[in-house]
């Protein structure tokens, strides 16, 4: 079942090399609680063969899968829309937010998780002094886990994503570094940009249902 190789896939990561001075991993996955509710998540939307289309955005933030494991899945909307209850810290991400908005207006987390799969191109993210950080903030953060970031895509596409189409969410420098990887390694026919989230939050809130729709238009072309 895909949702068997999605946690497997959890477990593995690791980012072994050397990272620059001060910055720290986010891994969630050590944790019993954490992983649990992993497990419910992925059993619940993921417990079949069937292939999905990837998303990949740029790396998980604190609130959000930094602390459920979750993709874009904060405490919150992973038990107000997911329906599955936990202990964790309810703090709200601004980036889930808009995901479960366009989640909701697509048919809600069980049509959507039936074609979609999201993580990001560095699947585990990254702090430094308490604060979130992109992986390409930093020339040698990127450079670093380049490796990584490699082997984990090559992971996903084999637990059984289509290639035909990837979707980034993140229009810039996300795009640049996923379509340089790309080039390298013939992953994805196409790479179709996101407008992220937590730009829409933060700078296009009132075009907030303009962006849904956008973004829904994408996806099922």
């Known amino acids: ?22 910055v720290d991993v986010l891994y969630p996955y050590d944790n019993p609680q954490t992983f649990e509710l992993c497990t419910q998540f992925y059993q619940k ?5 069937r292939s999905r289309i990837l998303l990949l955005g740029i790396n998980p933030g604190r609130f959000g899968s930094g602390t ?26 601004l980036s889930a937010d808009f995901i479960y908005a366009m989640i909701e207006a697509y048919g809600g987390p069980a049509a959507f998780y039936d074609r979609f799969y999201i993580s990001s191109v560095s699947p585990l993210g990254f702090t430094m002094e308490g604060n979130n950080i992109n992986y390409y903030d930093i020339a040698k ?9 490699i082997e984990s895509i090559d992971k ?5 994503m289509l290639t035909d ?5 993140g229009g810039d420098k996300n795009l640049k570094s996923l379509t340089r990887l ?20 933060q700078y296009r809130r009132k075009k907030m249902k303009e962006y849904i729709e956008m973004w829904i238009q994408a996806l099922n072309s």
């Open 1 to 22: 079942m895909l949702a068997d190789s999605i946690l497997e896939f959890f477990k593995q990561l690791r980012i072994t090399t050397k990272l620059p001075k001060g």
């Open 68 to 93: 459920t494991g979750i993709s874009f899945t904060d405490p919150i909307k992973l038990e107000k829309y997911c329906g599955i209850k936990n202990d964790l810290a309810k703090k709200p991400e």
């Open 182 to 201: 790309n080039d390298q390694r013939k992953w994805f026919k196409e790479i179709v940009p996101l407008p992220h989230p937590r730009f829409i939050m």
């Open 141 to 149: 953060l990127e450079k670093a886990i380049t490796p990584f970031m």
């Open 156 to 160: 996903m596409i084999a637990m059984g």
């Open 165 to 169: 189409k990837c979707y980034c969410i």
């Open 45 to 49: 939307y993921y417990n079949d063969s």
